[in-house]
């Protein structure tokens, strides 16, 4: 089967940097996205990679390695406003979107 | 600039009630459409997607059922709902084809049947 693995909770400081996994086992592989959800809210898109290596957009960046089936989200300076459920996708082999279930990320004074 | 609408925000249903929730994108043409389900602690779950008028594609079996009358609205209904009906439905549009395709969601519908 398919599955995307990322923490169900992290906790961190405002101002600090914090990091946010995703594993993947998918059939195939046509790219990888982050989503930033908040409570109650549509998710919007924040990232999307499809060769290994590290993306940059202001204070988020993301990574890729395809051959360990990982990526990750970097959060830096931490604000308040990134207080938010993270969406891992990925898209197979037949282009349909694999999701994770997200990671709730609480950000404390 | 591109949106989309989506109502209502909150729906209070009871069991074997009937079910139609509204999606209406504005500034693009033919777009990809979406229905996809959130329910707590699991990922997005896509039920219905639609990539011209009258074309609607089923991924999950189930009571539910989608329309595309026009080109840019996109209809998610229910004869009779379920308790298991209740959760969170986003709609979504995208307007390419292909790996690097991102989608843009509407502000959702928080359904509860009871």
């Known amino acids: 089967g398919q599955n995307i693995d990322q923490p169900t909770e992290m906790t961190a400081t405002e101002g600090a940097i914090v990091q946010i996994n995703c594993t993947y086992q998918?059939?195939?592989?046509?790219?990888l996205f982050w989503y930033q959800q908040h409570a109650g809210e549509a998710p919007t898109f924040l990232s999307y990679?499809?060769l290994d290596g590290l993306e940059e957009k202001g204070r988020f960046s993301s990574f890729l390695s395809r051959s360990k089936g990982y990526s990750y989200l970097l959060l830096k300076e931490l604000q308040m406003k990134d207080s938010a459920s993270y969406l891992c996708a990925v898209r197979d082999s037949n282009y349909q979107l694999i999701w994770g279930a997200g990671t709730k990320l609480i950000i404390k004074p | 600039s591109q949106t989309i609408h989506q109502w209502p925000a909150t729906l209070v249903q009871p069991v074997g009630s009937p079910l139609s929730l509204e999606c209406t994108v504005e500034?693009?043409?033919?777009?990809?459409l979406y229905w996809y389900r959130q329910a707590a602690g699991r990922g997005l779950q896509l039920l219905f997607y639609?990539?011209?008028?009258?074309?609607i594609s089923s991924e999950v079996p189930q009571n539910l059922s989608a329309s595309r009358p026009q080109d840019r609205q996109f209809i998610l209904s229910s004869k009779k709902l379920l308790l298991s009906d209740s959760g969170f439905y986003l709609c979504?549009?995208?307007?390419?084809?292909?790996?690097?395709?991102?989608?843009?969601f509407g502000s959702g519908t928080q359904l509860s049947v009871l």
């Open positions: 639609s990539v011209g008028i009258g074309q």
């Open positions: 998918t059939s195939g592989f046509n790219g």
């Open positions: 500034g693009t043409s033919n777009p990809n």
């Open positions: 990679n499809v």
């Open positions: 979504a549009w995208s307007d390419s084809v292909g790996g690097s395709e991102k989608l843009f």
